[in-house]
Structure formats: C-alpha cells, structure tokens
C-alpha cells in the first residue's frame, strides 16, 4: 500500500497494515518520509518478535527533532522501543545529521549492529550477510537514500558514498533465504529529482525483489 498523509498516531498506516496481516499477506509499504515506517514497524511487531534491518544513509536515532518524536530522523529510535524488535541491524550510514553523539551512544547501548557505507567498501558485503540471523521474522525498512546518488538521484538528502543496487540486492535476497521477511518499506524517493527515471527503476525492481522474497519460509530458492 501507499504510505501518504495520516492522522497523528499513524492509524491509517496502522489499519492498513493489520488489514493485510489478517488477510494471510505481506505488507509492503511505498513512499513517504521517515514518520511513515513508525506505525507500519509498530503493527508488525505487535504480532511477533521482530529484527528491523534498516538500508539507510542515515541511522534516524534522534529522539525528537524541534519537538517531534515521530518524525524526520527518529524512525529507528522510535522502534527500538517497540516491545517485540529484538534486533535492529542498520547498514550504509553515512550522512551527517540524523543523530548527535549521544544518539549514536544510545543506540550502540540498545545493541544495535551497525554497518556504516565504509566499512562495507573496505571489507565487503560477507559481515553484513552473517548478521541476518537465521529464522528470524524480518521487516526490511529500505530509505532508498542507504544507496549511492550515482544509483537513485532522487532522494530528499542525497549522500555520496552509498550501496549498489547489487549489494541491495544481495541482502534481501540472503534475507530471504535465511530468515522470513514480514514486511518492507521503501521510503524517501523523489522521483521529480530524477529526470532520467533510472533511479525509480531500480527502487522499483528491488520493490519487485522484496515482494517476490516475502512471506516464505527460510531456505527458499532464490527468486
């Protein structure tokens, strides 16, 4: 479905997202900012413990930005106190802005597992891949800024230095074979910022990836 404006506790988002579940199916969550996956996060872990794997170029640990707990930079905050995630795995940071020191503190304590866009670069994808923890109910929360601006130009913060499609790729794919993937959101396009449409392309085949890898059981064929 199509994340768009709400009312303030989310209840669009999260009506929707319980509708899906009790049909049988797999949410999957297109466009908005970083408010929308909050609620979307929130309905899925109501039903079961949850690991959040977060593709982003920023970690969105502020715990308000000018007095807005649920907004711009704080969707990861906000899921690490959702009773039920029991694991937040954050991959390709880079940018500067969505948390401070003390943010970052905050979410090491939690016991977030970080793989900044560096770390990547210099040793692979391989560490990445291991941290998916096997048999583990997923929601893949993909801000579609966590890869490169030379990929997808359109995007509200761009930040040089990101993922490949390749790389996104690889890890749904190995999401889906080791664990089983709940939902996903794809947040954060612009798509007026990309005049060649490449970008949405490419969002739009790893949304096609998504959705042909959820809601199997891990060990599945590789779609």
Partial sequence: FIGGA???????IGRATRAILDAGA????????????????????????????QIDAHIDWRDEVDGERFGFSSTMR????????????QIGG???????????????????????ARDIHRHGLG???????????????????GLDPSAVPGVVLPAFG??????????????????NIVGADFVELVPE?????LGV?????????????AGKPPGASRV
């Fill in 6 to 12: 709400v009312d303030d506790d989310g209840g669009a």
């Fill in 26 to 53: 797999v949410p999957v969550l297109l466009g908005g900012d970083d408010s929308v996956p909050i609620p979307f996060i929130e309905t899925l872990a109501a039903r079961a413990p949850l690991t959040v794997i």
């Fill in 78 to 89: 906000r899921s690490s106190e959702f009773e039920n995630v029991r694991e937040i795995i």
């Fill in 94 to 116: 880079r940018g500067p802005g969505s948390a401070r020191i003390a943010d970052l503190e905050a979410a090491r304590d939690w016991g977030v597992k970080f793989f900044f």
């Fill in 127 to 145: 560490p990445v891949l291991d941290a998916i923890p096997a048999g583990a109910d997923i929601v893949l929360a993909v801000d579609v800024d």
């Fill in 162 to 179: 990101g993922l490949s499609y390749a790389q996104v790729s690889e890890i749904i794919l190995t999401a889906h074979e080791k664990a």
């Fill in 193 to 197: 910022r990309d005049p060649a449409g």
């Fill in 201 to 213: 392309a490419l969002v739009a085949r790893l949304v096609c990836t998504a959705i042909a890898s």
